[in-house]
């Protein structure tokens, strides 16, 4: 499936290099992306691989890493991000690769996180970008860069309004999830955290539990520290949906824990059903299952960040754009 452009390159390092790949699905965002790609893969003397169908993207990262390639740039949204990244954990290839994105999707939340801006911004970075080792999540072995959420789905963020986001960030979708929610979306459900060693077991009915490794969902939200070693984890139980919005807006404005929500940061994290399978999403795909356990693996990502990255960007948080949370 990989394809090399074919193109003379202009000026710049000349060739495609056998160790310098982007992973690109031309599907992304509006899809006119290609011809640029090419052209600046050329330029830099990268090989292309174009994936034809939902999933390639997995293949061609393990095919990359069997290539022996040390630069891999996923270019897509989220998606392709997930699938590359899937590849090279099957491949056990994470430790011998640079990663780095090319923004072309319609969401590029990761993107953001670590300062890229767009496609040219992506392959200058690849070039000469500072390489962080962040903390990768995994889910039974999937792994995930940002988040994994369970309770809610993804209609709740698409029927989120503007409004409501701009006016709660990320709890906005949290919002309106309770708005939508009915007493049997409840998640009856087991969390056990491990953090320095110490287990702390949670149980009852939850509305949803947030974990993020990329993200933060409350307090200051936005970006989480990406670099600790530690899931940022908000379980928010059940409760009457007039009294979860308010909770929601305490806990926005005030900036502290309340009654019906749970904050802790743990390395390790069980989450199990007592009645049917949850619906988790890893980074916005979907993977159905009773129970799910999930790790950090601290630094195991070598990324090339933008000058924009910060790995706690407490302050900066704030600013963040609103609302593509799932
Ligand atoms: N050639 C392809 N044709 C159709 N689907 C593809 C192709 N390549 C990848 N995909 C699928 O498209 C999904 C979304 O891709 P990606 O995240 O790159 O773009 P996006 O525009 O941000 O997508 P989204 O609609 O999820 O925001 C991927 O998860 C992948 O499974």
Request: net charge negative.
């Amino acid at each position: 499936m990989t394809r090399s452009s074919g193109h003379e390159p202009t000026d710049g390092p000349p060739g495609p290099d056998a160790k310098r790949r982007v992973i690109v699905n031309p599907n992304s965002g509006a899809g006119d992306h290609l011809p640029t790609v090419h052209r600046l893969a050329d330029h830099w003397g990268y090989s292309v691989a174009e994936t034809a169908a939902a999933g390639d993207a997995i293949d061609l990262a393990r095919e990359a890493a069997a290539d022996g390639v040390d630069v891999l740039a996923a270019c897509g949204g989220d998606g392709t991000v997930h699938e590359v990244l899937c590849g090279l954990v099957d491949a056990d290839a994470l430790g011998g690769v640079r990663f780095g994105v090319v923004p072309v999707g319609t969401a590029n939340i990761f993107a953001d996180d670590i300062g890229v801006r767009g496609i040219e911004h992506g392959f200058e970075l690849l070039e000469d970008g500072e390489v962080r080792r962040i903390d990768l999540g995994l889910a039974d072995g999937v792994p995930f860069v940002k988040s994994c959420i369970a309770g809610l789905t993804a209609d709740t963020s698409a029927a989120t309004t503007s409004d409501l986001k701009a006016r709660f960030g990320p709890l906005a979708f949290v919002i309106t999830g309770v708005q939508q929610a009915r007493e049997f979306d409840a998640l009856d459900i087991e969390v056990d955290a491990v953090t320095e060693g110490e287990t702390r077991t949670w149980s009852g009915e939850a509305l949803c539990v947030l974990v993020g490794n990329a993200r933060r969902f409350a307090k200051q939200f936005g970006q989480a520290n990406v670099e600790d070693g530690l899931f940022d984890v908000t379980l928010i139980e059940r409760m009457p949906a007039g009294e979860a919005v308010a909770e929601a807006i305490v806990q926005q404005l005030l900036r502290r824990d309340t009654e019906h929500v749970t904050q802790l940061r743990a390395e390790r994290l069980a989450i199990e059903s007592r009645s049917s399978a949850i619906d988790f999403s890893l980074d916005g795909e979907i993977y159905t299952r009773n129970r799910l356990d999930l790790r950090v693996r601290s630094e195991a990502l070598s990324v090339c960040v933008g000058t924009d990255y910060e790995p706690d960007p407490t302050m900066q948080a704030e600013k963040d754009s609103f609302g593509r949370y799932l």
